[in-house]
């Protein structure tokens, strides 16, 4: 069974920094591209971030580039989201997701909140 | 890139079928078979329903099908149940080459 586990998130203030982790297993980690997703508070799904398995190539919404770097570390089974100047926007809970060939997303965590308060 | 267009609301009784539409534009869903649809009820995570328009992933409750016309993609929930209320949300992939979301749609058993 796929498990993939979040945390790291907090509150943090506007203009602060924070890093998630994503701790996934029941699954060959390095052949899976994998992605971050968003849901702010009573709103829909928002895909911030995807990262490939085969390259590393990267890909981020424009709500979140140049501010937001999603990393892998393989031999660790762990998705990282380093997020930098954060704004009051960005308040949400962030799920990591299993991603099939950068199309769609079969597998979810439960999710961690970010909330971005002074 | 603009969300997916799907209708805010949709209710139906026990054992009634309804559909849930989504729209978007030959650069998402009229451009590829890359649509997928989750369920989300509250407080959990999103679950994938169909993938590649029609395919159901092991797990999934053959009483939901997905189809697709032009711009676009429905779900369809057959002999609707107390359990499938909750949010319904539809994606697909772009020429850009990264997903974009719908808004969703929050279905309700009467």
């Known amino acids: 069974e796929v498990k993939l586990l979040e945390s790291g998130g907090a509150q943090v203030q506007p203009g602060g920094s924070l890093r998630l982790s994503c701790v996934a297993s029941?699954?060959?980690?390095?052949?899976?591209?994998m992605s971050w997703v968003r849901q702010a508070p009573g709103k829909g799904l928002e895909w911030i971030s995807t990262?490939?398995?085969?390259?590393?190539?990267?890909y981020y919404a424009d709500s979140v580039k140049g501010r937001f770097t999603i990393s892998r570390d393989d031999s660790k089974n762990t998705l990282f989201l380093q997020m930098d100047s954060l704004r009051a926007e960005d308040t949400a809970i962030y799920y990591c997701?299993?991603?099939?060939?950068?199309?769609?997303?079969?597998?979810w965590g439960q999710g961690t909140l970010v909330t971005v308060s002074s | 890139q603009s969300a997916l267009t799907q209708v805010a609301s949709v209710s139906g009784s026990p054992g009634q079928s309804i559909t849930i539409s989504c729209t978007g534009t030959?650069?998402?869903?009229?451009?590829?078979?890359?649509v997928s649809w989750y369920q989300q009820h509250p407080g959990q995570a999103p679950k994938l329903l169909i993938y590649?328009?029609?395919y159901r992933p092991s797990g999934a409750s053959d009483r939901f099908s997905g189809s697709k016309s032009g711009n676009t993609a429905s779900l369809t929930i057959a002999g609707l149940q107390a359990e499938d209320e909750g949010d319904y949300y539809c994606?697909?992939?772009?020429?850009?080459?990264?997903?974009?979301f719908g808004t969703g749609t929050q279905v309700t058993v009467l």
């Open positions: 997701a299993k991603t099939m060939y950068k199309r769609y997303f079969d597998n």
């Open positions: 029941g699954l060959t980690f390095n052949i899976h591209a």
């Open positions: 990262i490939d398995h085969f390259r590393g190539d990267t």
């Open positions: 030959s650069s998402d869903v009229g451009g590829n078979n890359y």
């Open positions: 590649e328009v029609t």
């Open positions: 994606a697909s992939y772009t020429i850009r080459g990264t997903p974009v």
